[in-house]
Nanobody
Framework: QVRLVQSGGGSVQAGGSLRLSCVVS????????AGWFRQAPGKEREFVAA????????GYADSVKGRFTISRDSAKNTEYLQMNSLKPEDTAVYYC??????????????????????WGQGTQVTVSS
């Protein structure tokens, strides 16, 4: 069983920064892509950012492009989401996810939540104006 444990998050004023972390443990796939998604009250879960197994390919939602950065430390099986210039509309529960990709998809990232089989517990991010 794969386990994803998130940390970080919290409350911050608009313009501030936060960093989310996600540690993958248990039966960790030999190669996996990772992603971050968020869900605000009354809204559907939406894509935020994704990264390939190699770390060489990344993708972002238009709403966070230029403000958020996804990265990974493969040696630690840890993914990060650095969030800068936060806005009140970024308020949501954030989830990390991982997808077993196999050895031939090391440079692919996946923006669709349906592609992911394992999820973190979620962490609240609240941005006040």
């Amino acid at each position: 069983q794969v386990r994803l444990v998130q940390s970080g998050g919290g409350s911050v004023q608009a313009g501030g920064s936060l960093r989310l972390s996600c540690v993958v443990s248990g039966r960790t796939p030999n190669s996996y892509a990772a992603g971050w998604f968020r869900q605000a009250p009354g809204k559907e879960r939406e894509f935020v950012a994704a990264i390939s197994w190699s770390g060489g390919s990344t993708g972002y939602a238009d709403s966070v492009k230029g403000r958020f950065t996804i990265s990974r430390d493969s040696a630690k099986n840890t993914e990060y989401l650095q969030m800068n210039s936060l806005k009140p509309e970024d308020t949501a529960v954030y989830y990390c996810a991982c997808k077993n990709t196999g050895p031939f998809s090391r440079d692919s990232y996946y923006p669709g939540w349906i592609d992911y089989g394992d999820w973190g517990q979620g962490t609240q991010v609240t941005v006040s104006s």
